[in-house]
């Protein structure tokens, strides 16, 4: 059927409408695309072009050069050592087992090595490098780079770690440093990001934890380009950051080398103070141990020996060990007297071997008395009686007072680990720590450096050091933080009477230099290095009646920990002191034969050249002896001066 005229052309208008209303349509729509490109790209050009920089730009830290240690004469005592070690990067690997076990015929890797780098690589992002080994030989390194084609993301490099070069020498002091953990970010409330770093360093313990921000420096920060995946294409710049700073301690490393041998075995700690400055001369705790094992990453086996030693070879004895003081603890108690004016250094009192108060009897270490001791007499033949006369006239609130002055039940601020405060104790304290009220026998016990009082040996060497000085020196450990040297403040005068402090030091002198005194065989001879000082013996264990009824059974015939503890303080020359010494030597029996000649040595060592004391200042008797003894001790070679930073 035909359509008419009419009908067509209806027919074509209604298709020139639809087509004119799509076309607008479609126009439109190029419009709002053309408008949103424009947006996007005129108008946002620079807000997506910094958006799409970051995506393809990363900033990443460069861990410091950290700062090192040195010896008040500048030699090296921690530093930075080149080390060569083998990382993997899961991304690149594949299959990091495989890899794992074709690097196994290359170098030396045990199972457990195995296992521990799968359990890293599974822990981190897969472009993050996993150490395999380290403190490789370069030999080993060789082997890897020579075989990389068939080792994919295996990488070797080269980096600096820390080391000891005096190992355990300075283990006490110094520290260690070790992987941050957890535990390390959860005790810092705003870490710093370099502490995120896998496998960054820091310090656990010693100078190494407590100058931790001295010694670590600053970051520098480098700009890589990356991939979608964040895996490094290339680095487009880089900033260096700042080197930590170098610490010079006051210890003397060979004096330090010297002392720790001379204690050798023995579970014992010794402290050399210099009694003018307060510098510390020697620190040491015995037996040690070697940091570098820690660094490394110490095995079960080296930790359980450490930890299962009754000789606690990782405590600190020196700062953290709290002894009774026993005898040495007997200048305080004469200079509280003396200065209540309860007694003067001529006031006698009668010893007839024991003291009898409240129904108990306290025995004098000499069972048949003294008789008629005045001072000098009762610190030189260190009679118990006398003391536990003169603390019941001047009470133990006096004696407290005068055992802080002389830097006794106080921290003292050092840069070490854990230092004790030890216990100086009064009738608040009692009361605040047990509820209970003071009673005689605590004071009688106390008098003698027993009951509840309690010293570390750096305490005695800084009591030594007032007592000797007549100021209240405070003991210095660093000498010099960068370039600058640490001004050494003059120490206030102690506020004890000069002529009440000669009386005490009188006391000491006759400890050592007269014939009845207890430290007598310990004398120095050379008339310029005369010494002083105070043996003490503490008992560990109660001596009941019936024991000492039978007799005292001897400290040889005990088990070792059941043994007294032996103590010795003296400060020398006698005319013009210089140093100071303290050392306590755990269950080693009597004082002035164990300790005493340990701190003679010292003494002599800090105050002549050379590295053995000169035979010449000992007793003509002694001498055969004390040459076997000095020429046997194994002395290390210290290196001389370093005098650069070891950038390597």
Known sequence: MRRSARDSEDSARKVNRRALFLGGAMTAMFAVLGARMRYLQVDQADEFKLLAEENRINIRLIPPTRGQIFDRNGRLIAGNEQNYRVVITREDAGDVEAVLRRLADVIPLTEPDI????????????????????????????????????????????????????????????????????????????????????????????VETWMEGTLRGKAGTKR??????????????????????????????????FVQARLGAESAAAVAIDVITGDILAICS??????????????????????????????????????????????????????????????????????????????????????????????????????????????????????????????????????????????????????????????INASIGQGYVLASPLQLAVMTARVASGRAVQPRLVRSVGDSELPVPEAPPLGVDGSLLRSVRQGMYAVINERRGTGHTNRIVDPALVMAGKSGTSQVRN??????????????????????????????????????????????????????????????????????????????SQRARIETLLTSLPLRKIEPEVTTRSRA
């Open 543 to 620: 001596i009941s009646a019936a024991e000492r009824a039978r007799g005292v059974i001897s400290n040889d015939q005990l088990p070792w920990n059941r043994r007294d503890h032996a103590l010795f303080v003296g400060f020398a020359p006698f005319d013009a002191p210089r140093v100071a010494v303290a050392v306590v030597v755990e269950h080693g029996g009597g004082g002035s034969s164990v300790a005493g000649p340990i701190v003679r040595d010292v003494i002599l060592r800090c105050l002549t050249p050379g590295p053995l004391p000169p035979l010449s200042a000992y007793p003509q």
């Open 286 to 443: 015995s037996p040690s141990f070697d940091p570098n094992l820690f660094v490394r990453g110490i095995s079960f086996k080296d930790y359980a020996a450490l930890t299962e030693n009754d000789h606690r070879p990782l405590a600190n004895k020196a700062v953290q060990g709290a002894y009774p003081p026993g005898s040495t603890f007997k200048m305080v108690t004469a200079l509280a007297a003396l200065e209540a004016g309860v007694i003067t250094p001529e006031t006698s009192v009668y010893c007839p071997g024991h003291y009898e108060t409240g129904g108990r009897r306290f025995h004098c270490w000499k069972r048949g008395g003294h008789g008629m001791v005045s001072l000098s007499r009762s610190l030189s033949e260190s009679c118990d009686v006398y003391y536990y006369d003169i603390a019941q006239r001047v009470g133990i609130d006096k004696i407290a007072e005068m055992g802080r002055r002389l830097g006794l039940g106080m921290r003292h601020d050092l840069p070490m680990s854990a230092i004790t405060e030890g216990i100086m104790p009064d009738k608040a304290w009692k009361r605040q720590r047990y509820e209970q009220d003071w009673r005689i026998g605590d004071t």
């Open 115 to 206: 296992e521990r780098v799968m359990t890293e690589a599974k822990r981190h992002s897969p472009f993050v490098p996993i150490i395999v080994a380290d403190r490789m030989a370069w030999d080993d390194l060789s082997k890897v780079a020579i075989n990389a084609p068939s080792l994919p993301g295996v990488t070797p490099e080269v980096g600096l770690s820390r080391a000891y070069p005096l190992d355990t020498d300075f283990a006490h002091v110094v520290g260690y440093v070790g992987p941050v953990s957890e535990n390390d970010l959860a005790k810092i409330e705003d870490p710093d990001p370099l502490l995120k770093i896998p496998e960054f360093q820091i310090g656990k313990i010693g």
């Open 224 to 257: 890589i380009e990356v991939n979608a995946y964040g895996r490094m294409m290339r680095e487009i710049d880089r900033v260096e950051g700042d080197a930590g700073d170098d610490i010079r301690l006051t210890i003397d490393a060979e004096i330090q080398d």
